[in-house]
């Protein structure tokens, strides 16, 4: 991997016998208070750093350890202990629902459209961050304009290869400058890992909203709560801890 940062956690934890991960810090259902109560600390993490986590670690144990930040490392996680493994020449990405269009894109397609390219910090909302991640996508909100809305609509949903992660976003929060579907991170292809070839990217809310391996987009007419969401986790997880739909900082994006 590049830069020998490796994505051990890229969503929050949930009980161990439903989220089998290759981490070994022990697993906690996070509900909205605790998910307000991290967020904070990860905001702190940004001061105390990894050597004051590692301390905490040693001394509580990495249950708990594990929800303060340090480190420039990604965490790898899947939910179910796989990592989809799709080739360029395989990989579609079907748009559906409330459009005006439906359509299924090749990753030749989505490198045709006009590329953003950003770098930005990764952040969980246990607290772990990597900062200075290069990524290169398109716009969702391109891809929305590509197959056209249909009046009514409300929200997106989003599936995964893996067969068990699920997502939502408002219209209004898929349309952000920074929300991109990615294809490159870290200077190249994203991997699978990495929830590659191509993932979500919600550049101003925590990284469970970054769905991995994007399979398809349905266009709805009201917010369906995701795998993480179903489990605790707010539906809008922005970087500053709030949970309400729309962007409390514009800064963020």
């Given at each position: 991997?590049?830069?020998?940062?490796l994505e051990r956690?890229?969503?929050?934890?949930?009980?161990?016998?439903?989220?089998?991960?290759?981490?070994?810090?022990?697993?906690?259902?996070?509900?909205?208070?605790?998910?307000?109560?991290?967020?904070?600390?990860?905001?702190?993490?940004?001061?105390?750093?990894?050597?004051?986590?590692?301390?905490?670690?040693?001394?509580?144990?990495?249950?708990?350890?594990?929800?303060?930040?340090?480190?420039?490392?990604?965490?790898?996680?899947?939910?179910?202990?796989?990592?989809?493994?799709?080739?360029?020449?395989?990989?579609?990405?079907?748009?559906?629902?409330?459009?005006?269009?439906?359509?299924?894109?090749?990753?030749?397609?989505?490198?045709?459209?006009?590329?953003?390219?950003?770098?930005?910090?990764?952040?969980?909302?246990?607290?772990?961050?990597?900062?200075?991640?290069?990524?290169?996508?398109?716009?969702?909100?391109?891809?929305?304009?590509?197959?056209?809305?249909?009046?009514?609509?409300v929200a997106l949903?989003?599936?995964?290869?893996d067969g068990a992660?699920?997502?939502?976003?408002?219209?209004?929060?898929?349309?952000?400058?920074?929300?991109?579907?990615?294809?490159?991170?870290?200077?190249?292809?994203?991997?699978?890992?990495?929830?590659?070839?191509?993932?979500?990217?919600?550049?101003?809310?925590?990284?469970?909203?970054?769905?991995?391996?994007?399979?398809?987009?349905?266009?709805?007419?009201?917010?369906?709560?995701?795998?993480?969401?179903?489990?605790?986790?707010?539906?809008?997880?922005?970087?500053?801890?709030?949970?309400?739909?729309?962007?409390?900082?514009?800064?963020?994006?």
């Amino acid at each position: 991997m590049p830069d020998e940062r490796l994505e051990r956690l890229s969503h929050p934890p949930i009980p161990a016998d439903s989220a089998p991960t290759t981490d070994r810090a022990s697993r906690m259902p996070v509900g909205r208070r605790v998910f307000l109560g991290v967020a904070a600390l990860g905001a702190l993490g940004v001061v105390i750093g990894a050597r004051v986590q590692n301390r905490i670690a040693s001394s509580l144990g990495t249950g708990l350890g594990g929800l303060f930040p340090g480190g420039d490392h990604f965490r790898i996680y899947s939910l179910n202990g796989v990592y989809p493994s799709i080739s360029a020449t395989q990989y579609r990405l079907e748009v559906s629902g409330l459009v005006e269009r439906p359509m299924t894109f090749t990753l030749g397609d989505l490198e045709a459209m006009p590329a953003t390219k950003m770098v930005r910090t990764f952040q969980c909302v246990t607290g772990w961050r990597v900062n200075d991640v290069h990524w290169v996508g398109v716009r969702l909100s391109h891809i929305l304009e590509t197959v056209g809305v249909k009046s009514g609509a409300v929200a997106l949903s989003f599936e995964s290869y893996d067969g068990a992660d699920t997502e939502s976003l408002t219209l209004e929060q898929a349309r952000l400058p920074d929300v991109i579907v990615a294809y490159s991170m870290l200077g190249e292809r994203v991997t699978p890992e990495h929830g590659g070839p191509v993932r979500l990217y919600v550049a101003p809310m925590y990284g469970y909203k970054s769905l991995k391996w994007l399979s398809a987009i349905r266009v709805v007419d009201v917010v369906e709560p995701g795998f993480w969401e179903r489990n605790g986790y707010p539906v809008n997880g922005w970087l500053d801890g709030t949970t309400g739909p729309t962007n409390p900082d514009p800064r963020l994006t």
